[in-house]
């Protein structure tokens, strides 16, 4: 029996969610398990499957926009079932007779409008940051343009990661010119910046050296302003949920701060040596995280977090990193740190940060876990004090290692790589001795971090 598709709850305080793109297409027939739609929340991407084998009539939402939770956005039928099932419907869901919903379906597929694609394409995501504006009419490839792309058929749906939107505005490219190479011709950022390339190549006159630079990494892309010009540049949702996430956390966690000298030595030697022969080369960072992880096994009683009914106690040592994204900050937990061997721990963390920048995180890769740890020293930061990351209990900010004065284990004074670590409690789950006794147990895995391998 035909059935509506309607927008899931992907993310538990939110009402609305972005339909950010359809993998689908009207007529095509999908199994179970086949992925329909991505949605894009606060910080993550959320793909929608099909329940069942199904065979898509009408999408009654186009890519790009804005649904509150359980509206329709998709009439399916079960394969080899009367078409005009599924049309009666849709139809009672548009309020169209049949015959007008298929016209519509047809002259959708027949003609898109510079308009309607100009505001799909304005609808950008949720995390996206914000983009210049652009001009109302698109203007018409320049003659010296190369003529090999694939033209697009009229009326044809674009595909297009937020991260590839987010660049083709700033880069003043259409997205209806850019050739996909992903999956149902996704423009992808290698497209955008294969495209931007190709047009910095070929245009005239060149570009100048006074054109804006990139934007550092983790940092909002922030237009050109003029002396004097006060520019508005409107919140993105991932900037709005960060700000509230974290202005509640200030409110409502009283947090205290603990703070300790390591000497990275003994660290940055086993590191060189995993190194000298791993196929997978590990980071220092890489190596705090485990023992940030192996710490909590050690101290259980800190591996905690707060609720108002009760304290959740965690059996397995999930700890979120800070990934400073293009998109903004976002925090993916890496599960069961305490099991993973290094290498693997390596990879999972370079996995999730490189599907961060892209916008690719699950919504439950966000979720869990009672510390964080944030780590600021490859900026040059000598040592900061961070914002808990709720509901977790912890988080632990890093800053860079350097030389300095340090008195060894004999009492002599002597230069040693060292790094200051602060931790960040919620004294409402973790009490002051508790706390000291946890970054006590991760300074002892820095000082022999052979237990990091065993």
């Known amino acids: 029996m035909a059935s509506l598709l309607r927008m899931p709850g992907v993310s538990a305080d ?15 027939t999908v199994s179970r398990g086949a992925v329909l739609a991505t949605v894009e929340t606060d910080k993550a991407m959320v793909e929608i499957e099909a329940e069942s084998d199904a065979v898509v009539h009408t999408l009654l939402v186009d890519g790009g926009t804005n649904v509150a939770v359980g ?37 959708a597929d027949d003609e898109v409008t510079v308009a309607t694609i100009a505001v799909a394409e304005d609808m950008q995501a949720p995390d996206a940051e914000p983009a210049p504006p652009k001009p109302a009419p698109p203007a018409p490839p320049t003659p010296s343009a190369p003529a090999a792309r694939p033209a697009r058929r009229p009326g044809e749906r674009i595909f297009s990661s937020p991260l590839a939107r987010r660049l083709a505005a700033e880069y003043g490219l259409e997205l209806a010119d850019i050739p996909g190479t992903g999956p149902n011709n996704r423009i992808t950022k290698k497209d955008v910046e294969a495209a931007y390339a190709d047009a910095a190549h070929h245009a005239a006159p060149p570009i100048t050296p006074s054109a804006p630079k990139p934007a ?16 508005r540049i409107p919140h993105t949702r991932l900037r709005r949920a960060i700000a509230s996430r974290l202005q509640a956390s200030k409110q409502t966690a009283p947090h205290f701060y603990l703070t300790r000298e390591l000497d990275l030595g003994p660290l940055l030697e086993l590191r060189a040596q995993i190194n000298a022969d791993a196929e997978v080369r590990v980071s220092v960072n890489d190596l705090l995280v485990k023992a940030a992880g192996l710490a909590l096994a050690k101290v259980p009683e800190a591996n905690v977090s707060w609720t108002e009914e009760e304290l959740l106690a965690f059996g397995s040592s999930d700890v979120a990193v800070a990934v400073a994204s293009e998109r903004g900050l976002v925090t993916p937990v890496i599960r069961g740190v305490e099991q993973l061997g290094i290498t693997q721990l390596s990879a999972a963390i370079k996995d999730a940060a490189g599907r961060a920048g892209e916008g690719r995180l699950q919504q439950r890769e966000l979720e869990g876990g009672s510390l964080t740890v944030s780590n600021l020293g490859m900026f040059d930061v000598d040592e900061f004090a961070a914002i808990l990351n709720p509901p977790q209990s912890t988080i632990l900010a890093i800053g860079s290692g350097k030389p300095r004065p340090w008195v060894g284990p004999d009492g002599q004074l002597t230069v040693a790589t060292t790094c200051r670590i602060t931790a960040s409690f919620d004294h409402r789950a973790i ?24």
């Open 71 to 107: 509206d329709p956005i998709a009439v399916l039928a079960e394969p080899g079932e009367d078409p005009s099932i599924a049309a009666n419907l849709a139809a009672s869901v548009t309020g169209a007779q049949p015959s007008a919903v298929e016209a519509a379906e047809q002259a």
């Open 431 to 454: 009490d002051g001795a508790l706390g000291a006794q946890y970054l006590q147990a991760f300074s002892a895995l820095i000082a022999r971090p052979i237990q990091l391998l065993l």
């Open 14 to 28: 939110a009402d609305t969610a972005l339909l950010e793109s359809w993998t689908v297409a009207a007529g095509e």
């Open 216 to 231: 550092a990494a983790g940092a909002a892309p922030v237009p050109a302003v003029e002396p004097g010009e006060v520019k």
